[in-house]
């Protein structure tokens, strides 16, 4: 991917941890789906999760803001430790942004009521200023002038930009994006990929499982690579493309660029 | 151009041209739907011949009907004087004369106007639920409302002081719909214990008592909430109000009543009939019904086991069991597992039987709409950081009722005809109890066709009014694809 002009100015990682996981496991029913997975991220790092599918990299982020439960080990996000207390996991859900394959827009809300109701209803916020929140964020991805429409009057890629712009409207710290490009047109994956490396040049601590590795090149600052629940690899994006260690891995890298 | 020549220009073109008669208009409009083949042709000539045989064979009835006569063999002779011997007419006389048991059963008839305000107050409180936040509209139905509920008390008979109490009021509600529409919504919250007022009668302050109960549990319930969370604040709030009702209520209103002594006289249930007793039941149960459906239908999709196996448990119950069943449960078991000398109103036992009865059914119908929204959608409002009850009310609940309309609506329109079967637990609803008791009158013996058609055309009314209100709910409410 072509993007000589980002700004790496401030994409620094600092030594304070944002989310912590050791020793996580698992199971859906029988099938063990994580396995011993250790894994710290730190702030500001900019995080690509890959691998093949089943290999529960979705699983895996979607634990981290607890839409799914772990059984075994420990997840601390932001100094706050993912348990069953129900006080914990809005604290740390309303800390971390998530961004889903499929948007998950609310469709009986325009944008702007998208946009301003979690803010008006967790965060307490005046109506107004969530408003201008809302249009603060909406002008970032670039679509001020949708405000008032419907998402179904929405192109795929506007939809997920309005969703990017609903997480950051909650001032997230960690942000999560799950396959944020894969049910996109061509021509759409651009401007959602452009508004998640603004994104990243302002620092933001970011966890994307996504195939777009043109993305992972440029914007990451770690690559980690998922098979059979477990982590196989991860390491600087360019020794993981250039320089792969495991099998699996050369196996998984030469089926997705040697098209 | 040449058979064979691959290359060709256009050097005039076609300018447009009328299609031909057999596709246009009428003509087209008769081929295609009537005679688009022999078969249907042969099928359309059949069918004229049928609606024209039912119109032959009962327009005449329709046509001799007699509205003035005081029996049944009175009719007959005007109609044989008018149309010849052997001639067969409809004797609408029987509605001139018994018309009001047909609305208001036994209920005294100079307190008709009671029926008829709670009647017209009963739309004005519909509308702002119905119509939310559309002023004009709420204008619009308050003001024909008004006119309409006044004419009706003049015509059966008001007397002065109350008449000019109504005006007064219906004043106060159109000032209020023109000034501040939701305000309105007051009306809709208070409407309950004002229809029950003047229905039932008796002493003001036994309502306002249950209006000050109401009060008391809302206030202590704000109070709380935010400190000790909402499950234990409520519990503390209706404690709060059963201690009011039960104990306090008593004591203050007996005295009360004997220094200020605003009392309508007393109604008692058996004097209810007809469609009064249709509407009493069918919109109290329809309004009740739905919180209720919808709790369930939650309750039956919550992880937790005893909230998930009590809405199982109730819903399978209910709906494995007929309605007459219910009705006579409610006219004679009830009142064994009630405490000893409750003596609990037969209206209100069947209201509370026939409630549960479309909650079941309403659940279900609900839970279909839950089912057919995508996880997604709970995940994002999870992820978002939105509780439980605030996913449920801004996400969930809205798009799940929304696809349910047409289901619920349904529900409904299946319920307020339900209420008819109350005739078989000795109510008088107006399609057996009154139809029976009138045709017992040995002047209107043999009448068969006409109280039928009579209620049949009152239900069809207010059920396809329902069904359309469903369809502008829908159009209203569709956001989605556009």
């Given amino acids: 991917m072509n993007t000589p002009a980002i700004d790496r100015s401030k994409m620094t990682v600092s030594d304070e941890v944002a989310i912590q996981v050791t020793n996580m496991n698992k ?96 965060r307490k916020t005046p109506k107004k200023e969530a408003e201008e929140t809302a249009m603060y964020f909406l002008e970032k991805v670039k679509i001020p002038e949708q405000a008032q429409k419907y998402p179904g009057q929405l192109s795929g890629g506007q939809q997920q930009r309005v969703a990017i712009a609903r997480s950051l409207c909650m001032k997230p710290r960690i942000m999560l994006f799950d396959e944020p490009t894969s049910a996109l047109d061509p021509e759409m994956i651009k401007e959602v990929l452009d508004t998640m490396i603004e994104l990243a040049e302002e620092g933001m601590t970011m966890l994307c499982v996504t195939h777009e590795m043109g993305f992972a090149q440029a914007v990451a600052n770690r690559v980690i690579f998922m098979d059979q629940g477990q982590i196989v690899e991860q390491n600087e994006p360019k020794e993981f493309f250039n320089n792969p260690q495991s099998d699996r891995t050369k196996l998984f890298l030469s089926q997705i660029l040697g098209h | ?29 008769v081929r295609e739907n009537l005679f688009s083949s022999p ?68 209920y005294p008839m100079d307190a008709y106007w009671r029926p008829v305000l709670a009647f017209g107050l009963m739309l004005m409180a519909l509308a702002p639920a119905l119509y939310y936040g559309l002023r004009r509209v709420n204008m619009l139905m308050l ?62 302050w ?23 969370g909402a499950v234990v604040a409520g519990g503390i ?48 149960a329809v309004s009740a019904s739905l919180p209720m459906g919808l709790l369930l239908a939650l309750g039956r999709r919550s992880d937790m086991v005893f909230i998930k196996s009590v809405s199982v448990v109730f819903i399978e119950f209910i709906r494995g069991v007929p309605l007459i069943t219910m009705l006579f449960t409610a006219s004679l078991l009830l009142n064994y597992f009630l405490p000893p000398r409750s003596n609990f109103d037969l209206i209100l036992r069947v209201i509370i039987l026939v409630t549960f009865f479309a909650a079941a059914y309403i659940a279900e119908v609900i839970r279909g709409g839950l089912a057919a929204l995508p996880k997604g959608q709970s995940e994002a409002a999870d992820a978002l950081g939105l509780d439980y009850w605030q996913a449920q009310r801004f996400i969930i609940l809205p798009q799940a009722l929304k696809i349910s309309i047409p289901g619920i609506v349904s529900s409904f329109i299946g319920l307020f005809k339900d209420t008819t079967l109350v005739a ?33 055309v009152i239900f069809f009314i207010f059920c396809f009014g329902m069904s359309r209100y469903s369809m502008y709910l829908e159009r209203k409410l569709k956001t989605d694809h556009r």
């Avoid at chain 2, 064979?4 to 003509?27: C, H, I, N, Y």
């Fill in chain 2, 1 to 29: 151009m040449t058979q064979s020549s691959m290359s060709f220009v256009r050097d005039k073109m076609l300018t447009q041209q009328k299609p031909p008669v057999s596709e246009v208009g009428a003509v087209r409009w």
């Fill in chain 2, 237 to 284: 709030a209706v404690a709060v109000a059963l201690i009011w009702w039960l104990q306090v209520q008593p004591m203050v209103t007996t005295p009360l009543a004997h220094m200020m002594p605003i009392r309508l006289m007393s109604v008692d249930s058996d004097q209810f009939g007809g469609f009064l007793l249709s509407f009493v039941i069918g919109v109290t």
């Fill in chain 2, 39 to 106: 078969l249907n042709g042969f099928l359309t000539l059949i069918s004229l011949y049928v609606v024209y045989w039912i119109i032959a064979s009962s327009l005449p009835w329709f046509l001799n009907g007699v509205w003035t006569a005081n029996s049944l063999g009175e009719c007959r002779q005007i109609i044989e004087a008018n149309a010849g011997p052997g001639a067969e007419g409809a004797c609408w006389a029987i509605l001139r004369e018994r018309w009001h048991q047909f609305l208001f059963g036994f």
């Fill in chain 2, 424 to 456: 078989l637990v000795g109510l008088a609803d107006p399609l057996q109890g009154i139809t029976k008791m009138v045709r017992a009158d040995i002047n209107w013996k043999g009448v068969y066709w006409e109280p039928l058609l009579f209620v049949g």
């Fill in chain 1, 27 to 122: 199971w859906y029913g029988q099938f063990h789906v994580l396995r011993d997975i250790d894994m710290t991220v730190n702030r500001g790092e900019r995080i690509v999760i890959c691998g093949p599918s089943g290999s529960g990299k979705s699983t895996l982020i979607r634990c981290i803001n607890r839409l799914e439960e772990h059984q075994q080990g420990q997840i601390i996000v932001d100094g706050t430790e993912l348990t069953s207390d129900l006080k914990n996991i809005d604290k740390v859900r309303s800390e971390v942004g998530m961004v889903f394959q499929h948007f998950n827009l609310f469709p009986h809300l325009t944008i702007m009521e998208n946009l301003t109701l979690a803010p008006i209803w967790v």
């Fill in chain 2, 143 to 204: 003001g024909t409302v008004s006119v309409l509920t006044l004419l009706g008390m003049l015509g059966v008979g008001t007397d002065g002081f109350h008449l000019l109490l109504s005006v007064v009021v219906f004043a106060a509600l159109f000032a209020v719909a023109a000034l501040m529409p939701k305000k309105l919504l007051w009306l809709t919250l208070v409407y309950p214990l004002v229809g029950f007022y003047l229905l039932w009668g008796g002493s003001v």
């Fill in chain 2, 206 to 228: 036994g309502p306002v008592g249950v209006a000050i109960g109401f009060g008391l549990l809302v206030v202590v319930w704000n109070k709380l909430q935010s400190r000790l």
